[in-house]
């Protein structure tokens, strides 16, 4: 593994946001959801994420999600991607969501 120095890691912008709303996507190639994402003074975004497997779009209203603020937007089928969010593969494949201990403000970034 390549170490990368704290500078590298600042150049990320991890921040936390709570998702507003959640969307079918019928048109990805893999089964996914719409995010909309309020991310405070960062604004309110929009992502796709694969993550239909272990959440639902009921369990995602309210939950706060970390996400990659600083990657181009990305256009995935008709959409197009604004943040990334964040997540690790199960012993499946299948995403569960990066989560934090406690809600925190909107915005708030990774250190």
């Known amino acids: 593994m390549e170490e990368i120095s704290w500078s590298d890691f600042e150049k990320v912008s991890l921040k936390v ?3 507003l709303d959640v969307l079918d996507f019928p048109e ?11 991310f405070g003074e960062y604004g309110i975004k929009w992502s796709s994420a694969q993550i ?9 209203i309210g939950r706060q999600v970390v996400g990659v603020l600083n990657f181009p937007k ?3 089928a008709n959409f ?4 990334l969010v964040t997540g690790f593969s ?13 809600q925190v403000p909107n ?5």
């Open 17 to 19: 946001g709570t998702v």
């Open 28 to 38: 990805a190639r893999k089964p996914a959801f719409k995010l909309k994402v309020d």
């Open 52 to 60: 239909t497997k272990h959440y639902s779009k009921h369990d995602l």
């Open 74 to 76: 990305k256009q995935i």
């Open 80 to 83: 197009i991607s604004e943040f």
């Open 90 to 102: 199960d012993q499946d494949g299948h995403i569960v969501l990066t989560a934090v201990e406690r």
């Open 107 to 111: 915005g708030s970034s990774l250190i």
